[in-house]
C-alpha cells in the first residue's frame, strides 16, 4: 500500500508539484512578466493553444468561414503554456485566469475581450447566427450539453488525463477514480447519441465543443488511453466522432496554433489567413465541408 499523506492544518506551498505541467502551475493568480499581445489585421484576435479548448474555437471559426461568415475571418496567435506565455500581462488583461483560449473582438467602437472556451464559442455563435438552434427548445438543450462539457471536461483532462498520463507517479486510486468517471461520461454519450444523430438538433457548437474533448479521446489523441478506456465499445461515440473529424473544417481547425505531436503537416503556429494552409495541406483535406 502507497504511503499514506497527513495534510497539514494549513497548505503552503513549497515545493513544485511535479508532473509535466509542474514548474507553470502556481497557487496565485497574476502576471508574472511584462508581455504585450500582437495585433494582427482582423477584428478577431485570438490567443491560444490547440489544446482541447483551444481547438474548440478554432474549430468555430473555420466551420463559420467555411459556411460563408467572412467576418469570423481571424488571426490567431499561439500561447505557449509550457513557457508561460499566459502569465504575460497583455494575456492576463485578455483573461485574468491565465488559460488559452482567449478572444479580443476589435469590430465594434470598444474592443471586446471574452475568456472561457464555452462562453467564446457562445458569444461567436449569437454573433454570426449560427450553429446554434433557433428554436427555444433546440437552444435550451445546447446551452445544456456545452455546459455538460465545461462542467465535465476537468474530471477527464485534469482527473484522468493527469493522473493516467502525466503524474511524476502512478497510483491505482486517483487512476481508478477518474477511469470511471471518464467511463460514465462517454456512456451519458452513448446513451444519448443512440437516439440521436447530433447532441442538440442539427450540428452546432454542442458538438464542436464535446468532440474536441470526448471526439479526440475516443479517436485515439490524447493520452494514450484509447485502449484502456475501451473507447472502441462505445460504438455510437464513435459514429459520431468520426463524421466529425471528416468535416474539412475540423481539419484544419486543429491545425491551427499545434506546436506539438510528431505530424509536422499539422501544425499551423500562428494563422492569419486561409492561404496559410500550404497547398500540401489542402490536398489532404479533399472531405466534405
Given at each position: 500500500?502507497?504511503?499514506?499523506?497527513?495534510?497539514?492544518?494549513?497548505?503552503?506551498?513549497?515545493?513544485?508539484?511535479?508532473?509535466?505541467?509542474?514548474?507553470?502551475?502556481?497557487?496565485?493568480?497574476?502576471?508574472?512578466?511584462?508581455?504585450?499581445?500582437?495585433?494582427?489585421?482582423?477584428?478577431?484576435?485570438?490567443?491560444?493553444?490547440?489544446?482541447?479548448?483551444?481547438?474548440?474555437?478554432?474549430?468555430?471559426?473555420?466551420?463559420?468561414?467555411?459556411?460563408?461568415?467572412?467576418?469570423?475571418?481571424?488571426?490567431?496567435?499561439?500561447?505557449?503554456?509550457?513557457?508561460?506565455?499566459?502569465?504575460?500581462?497583455?494575456?492576463?488583461?485578455?483573461?485574468?485566469?491565465?488559460?488559452?483560449?482567449?478572444?479580443?473582438?476589435?469590430?465594434?467602437?470598444?474592443?471586446?475581450?471574452?475568456?472561457?472556451?464555452?462562453?467564446?464559442?457562445?458569444?461567436?455563435?449569437?454573433k454570426f447566427e449560427a450553429f446554434m438552434p433557433s428554436d427555444p427548445a433546440q437552444r435550451t438543450e445546447a446551452l445544456s450539453w456545452l455546459f455538460w462539457q465545461m462542467g465535465s471536461a476537468p474530471y477527464l483532462g485534469g482527473g484522468f488525463g493527469h493522473f493516467y498520463a502525466y503524474a511524476p507517479e502512478k497510483f491505482e486510486y486517483p487512476i481508478n477514480r477518474f477511469a470511471m468517471e471518464a467511463k460514465r461520461q462517454l456512456d451519458v454519450m452513448e446513451r444519448h447519441l443512440a437516439d440521436n444523430e447530433w447532441f442538440a438538433g442539427d450540428y452546432s457548437i454542442a458538438d464542436m465543443a464535446i468532440w474536441a474533448w470526448y471526439g479526440q479521446l475516443v479517436l485515439g489523441r490524447l493520452y494514450s488511453a484509447a485502449e484502456f478506456l475501451d473507447v472502441a465499445s462505445y460504438k455510437n461515440v464513435m459514429r459520431w466522432a468520426e463524421a466529425i473529424d471528416a468535416r474539412a473544417p475540423v481539419q484544419r481547425g486543429r491545425m491551427v496554433n499545434r506546436a506539438f505531436g510528431d505530424d509536422l503537416s499539422m501544425q499551423l503556429h500562428e494563422r492569419h489567413d486561409a492561404s496559410d494552409f500550404d497547398t500540401k495541406t489542402q490536398d489532404k483535406l479533399h472531405v466534405k465541408t
Open positions: 500500500m502507497a504511503d499514506t499523506y497527513t495534510p497539514p492544518k494549513v497548505w503552503e506551498w513549497d515545493s513544485e508539484s511535479g508532473g509535466k505541467f509542474a514548474s507553470i502551475n502556481r497557487p496565485i493568480a497574476g502576471a508574472t512578466h511584462d508581455k504585450d499581445l500582437p495585433v494582427g489585421k482582423h477584428p478577431l484576435q485570438l490567443y491560444s493553444l490547440a489544446t482541447p479548448n483551444g481547438v474548440k474555437v478554432t474549430v468555430l471559426l473555420e466551420e463559420l468561414l467555411a459556411a460563408g461568415h467572412t467576418g469570423a475571418e481571424y488571426d490567431a496567435w499561439i500561447i505557449d503554456i509550457s513557457e508561460g506565455d499566459q502569465f504575460g500581462s497583455g494575456f492576463v488583461e485578455v483573461n485574468p485566469n491565465s488559460k488559452i483560449p482567449a478572444l479580443m473582438d476589435r469590430s465594434g467602437d470598444t474592443p471586446q475581450r471574452v475568456f472561457e472556451s464555452g462562453a467564446i464559442m457562445l458569444y461567436l455563435a449569437d
